[in-house]
């Protein structure tokens, strides 16, 4: 059976789905999607995520259990190969996957991302290295990229 449990952030929330097993789903929203009282797992993919946003950690260690097609579930897990302050782009990804002529279908596997932050939708950018698209809009994006870059530098550390 899913729960799902949210925390503040910014003007809405950071909603997790999970299961008794891995999470499901990680999202922001406008308004909170959960009123279970969070289990262990929850917990610790909260205290992951607010360790990330304030530059204390670089990587997540969570059981995912993300629901997609063959291929989203392939750009999700390149997504997840890129190293942390870099950034790949859509046509770099779907060469990475053997379909060269598949940016937008990356592009649109990144916008059904159902772990958004834990699995780095990101550190997609567009061929020219625009960002374009991103759940918590083009902002959000840009602060996230510049958190990991200063981090990965060793400028600071900071909350976006």
Not at 68 to 95: D, H, K, M, N, S
């Amino acid at each position: 059976m899913p729960y799902a449990s949210s925390i503040p952030f910014e003007n809405g929330f950071i909603c997790l789905s999970y299961d008794d097993s891995a999470l499901l789903s990680c999202r922001l929203s406008s308004q909170s999607l959960g009123s279970d009282a969070p289990t262990p797992l929850a917990l610790a993919g909260f205290s992951q995520l607010e360790e990330w946003l304030n530059g204390r950690r670089t990587e997540f260690d969570l059981p995912l259990r993300p629901v997609g097609t063959p291929f989203q579930l392939a750009v999700w897990q390149a997504l997840g190969e890129i190293p942390y302050g870099e950034t790949r782009t859509y046509g770099a990804i779907a060469r990475k996957l053997g379909r060269p002529g598949a940016a937008r279908a990356v592009g649109a596997a990144c916008g059904r991302n159902p772990l958004w932050l834990i699995i780095p939708c990101h550190r997609a950018v567009g061929a020219d290295g625009a960002l374009t698209g991103y759940a918590g809009g083009l902002a959000l994006k840009r602060r996230l990229l510049d958190l990991e870059r200063e981090v990965s530098l060793g400028l600071c550390r900071h909350a976006p």
